[in-house]
């Protein structure tokens, strides 16, 4: 059984961790297969928007399989397999799956569908939009068992909400409930189970009907100047602005919009 389903509805690719039975953790054919499936997203131009969930009603992701891929990574285990040898030989693979040193500009819509503790809470701040059932957990558990959240935590969450509520994560090891964590600022929205995957689906229609330069344009200069001083990152901006403008979507906007039609967005 594969480690993740991968699929792809029209403009839409769907990403689904498939390892229910071992809470969707992350083992060593799961991060082979991202890897892969990332590759291939970053670099199909028919893709406009990414959906990522989990199989399952219990769990999103509990992060990494401790007793598979940390033993590897920390030398206490010697490569037994096929797998395991091109885990260690796939260097970085970590950031490259949690979009550290990859960087995928369609927007990623992350279904949260149980908890995500560890991994799964690392995983979630490398997408966009963040909708979660009632029932989900969020938690960065690593200092529990002697290690830290180095899948980007420790840099992204500081970023991404209030300092106080981004410590108080990091330093605890707590589970959130969804509705703090929406509250924090850590997702988007709340929904019921039986909604999560319809509004995932119809959040990736609307974004695959817009422009997908601007679209991409947009997440680019979001990412790239989040470290810059305010003078570098307008003049990103206004190069990034520049670029789309001078692409065949940018005329057609104008026009369907004088014709009253729909546009026709080809991402040129």
């Given at each position: 059984m594969?480690?993740?389903?991968?699929?792809?509805r029209s403009?839409?690719?769907?990403?689904?961790?498939?390892?229910?039975?071992?809470?969707?953790?992350?083992?060593?054919?799961?991060?082979?297969?991202?890897?892969?499936?990332?590759?291939?997203?970053?670099?199909?131009?028919?893709?406009?928007?990414?959906?990522?969930?989990?199989?399952?009603?219990?769990?999103?992701?509990?992060?990494?399989?401790?007793?598979?891929?940390?033993?590897?990574?920390?030398?206490?285990?010697?490569?037994?397999?096929?797998?395991?040898?091109?885990?260690?030989?796939?260097?970085?693979?970590?950031?490259?799956?949690?979009?550290?040193?990859?960087?995928?500009?369609?927007?990623?819509?992350?279904?949260?569908n149980g908890r995500a503790?560890?991994?799964?809470?690392?995983?979630?701040?490398?997408?966009?939009?963040?909708?979660?059932?009632?029932?989900a957990a969020f938690a960065l558990t690593e200092p529990k068992v002697g290690i830290v959240p180095g899948g980007g935590s420790?840099?992204?969450l500081p970023r991404q909400i209030p300092w106080a509520h981004a410590m108080k994560i990091l330093l605890t090891g707590e589970f959130i409930p969804a509705a703090e964590a929406l509250q924090m600022g850590l997702i988007s929205e709340i929904v019921e189970r039986d909604q999560l995957l319809v509004r995932a689906e119809e959040l990736a229609d609307k974004i695959s009907k817009l422009a997908p330069?601007?679209?991409?344009?947009?997440?680019?200069?979001?990412?790239?100047?989040?470290?810059?001083?305010?003078?570098?990152?307008?003049?990103f901006?206004?190069?990034?602005a520049k670029i789309v403008m001078k692409s065949q979507d940018a005329q057609e906007g104008p026009r369907a919009f004088m014709e009253k039609r729909k546009p026709n967005f080809i991402g040129e």
């Open positions: 594969k480690a993740i389903i991968f699929e792809k403009h839409t690719a769907w990403i689904t961790l498939n390892r229910p039975e071992a809470n969707n953790t992350l083992n060593g054919d799961m991060f082979l297969e991202l890897n892969d499936v990332w590759d291939e997203l970053r670099d199909d131009k028919t893709v406009r928007a990414i959906i990522l969930t989990a199989a399952g009603e219990k769990d999103f992701c509990c992060g990494g399989d401790l007793g598979s891929v940390i033993p590897l990574w920390n030398g206490s285990k010697q490569p037994k397999n096929d797998t395991e040898r091109r885990l260690l030989a796939e260097k970085g693979i970590v950031s490259k799956v949690l979009l550290r040193q990859r960087q995928i500009v369609k927007p990623i819509i992350c279904a949260v503790l560890g991994g799964g809470t690392e995983m979630l701040q490398a997408t966009d939009i963040r909708i979660s059932v009632p029932e420790m840099v992204r330069l601007a679209v991409q344009a947009i997440k680019r200069t979001a990412l790239e100047t989040a470290h810059m001083s305010w003078t570098d990152a307008f003049a901006e206004n190069e990034q």
